[in-house]
């Protein structure tokens, strides 16, 4: 059974702490996401990779940044976070050919 | 404005009742549309894909439409469980590879 598993399902960190969010997929998946999901806004994408060392930003990138040192590992980092930052965190890993994608568990982050 | 919008934003059915989610987009052509079902707490899965030509796709008491006149996919729901109790997410893929999310619906099957 094919998996992406995010390292923490809840995290509550204060605000200016720095953050990493961990996301880690069995399939060799080329491609790795990260979305935030708010209430009423959907699924929104931070940042994605399609190759190790390689990332690109997605559509609210502002306040994040990512590291993709091995292709089944990508991390996202919330270098000073903020209120505004709490969110449910989803990761996500497709093939080359993005027929489809397998989501992670999530992780709920609440910044106090 | 969003360019995929879905509706109802939620929905409360006795279980064994059918239902219908909407979906729809203003991207067009697209790759690809996708139908995830979300349960709290997890991430999506995916139930349906259909590509631009298609206009059905069934998975079990699943089925999803897709009209490309009118922009509008449809979700429905056959005799409903209480464990179709979920978020409905239509993401879908343009034709430069791009995914877009619609916001979901949340549906709750009651006794």
């Known amino acids: 059974d094919v998996k992406v598993t995010q390292s923490s399902r809840y995290l509550v960190k204060r605000t200016g702490e720095k953050v990493f969010l961990e996301c880690v997929q069995d399939?060799?998946?080329?491609?790795m996401f990260w979305y935030r999901q708010d209430p009423g806004l959907g699924l929104r994408l931070i940042y994605f990779?399609?190759?190790?060392?390689?990332?690109e930003k997605g559509d609210i990138p502002e306040g994040y940044s990512v590291s993709r040192e091995k292709k089944e590992r990508f991390s996202l980092i919330l270098e000073s976070a903020s209120t505004n930052q709490t969110s449910m965190y989803l990761c996500?890993?497709?093939?080359?050919?993005?027929?489809?994608?397998?989501f992670g568990s999530g992780t709920r982050l609440t910044v106090v | 404005k969003n360019q995929v919008e879905q509706s109802p934003q939620s929905l409360i059915i006795l279980e064994g009742k059918n239902c219908t989610l909407q979906?729809?987009?203003?991207?067009?052509?697209?790759?690809?549309l996708r139908w995830y079902k979300q349960d709290t707490g997890r991430g999506p899965v995916s139930l349906t894909i259909?590509?631009?030509?298609?206009n059905t796709k069934s998975n079990g008491r699943y089925t999803a439409t897709l009209d490309a006149d009118t922009k509008q996919s449809s979700l429905h729901i056959t005799a409903s469980q209480l464990s179709d109790s979920a978020s409905y997410i239509c993401?879908?893929?343009?034709?430069?590879?791009?995914?877009?999310f619609g916001p979901g619906t949340s549906l709750s099957v009651i006794p």
């Open positions: 259909m590509t631009f030509s298609e």
């Open positions: 979906c729809n987009y203003t991207v067009s052509p697209f790759s690809n």
């Open positions: 996500a890993s497709s093939s080359l050919h993005l027929y489809g994608y397998t």
């Open positions: 399939m060799d998946h080329e491609n």
């Open positions: 990779s399609y190759d190790v060392k390689m990332k």
């Open positions: 993401p879908l893929k343009t034709s430069y590879d791009k995914v877009i």
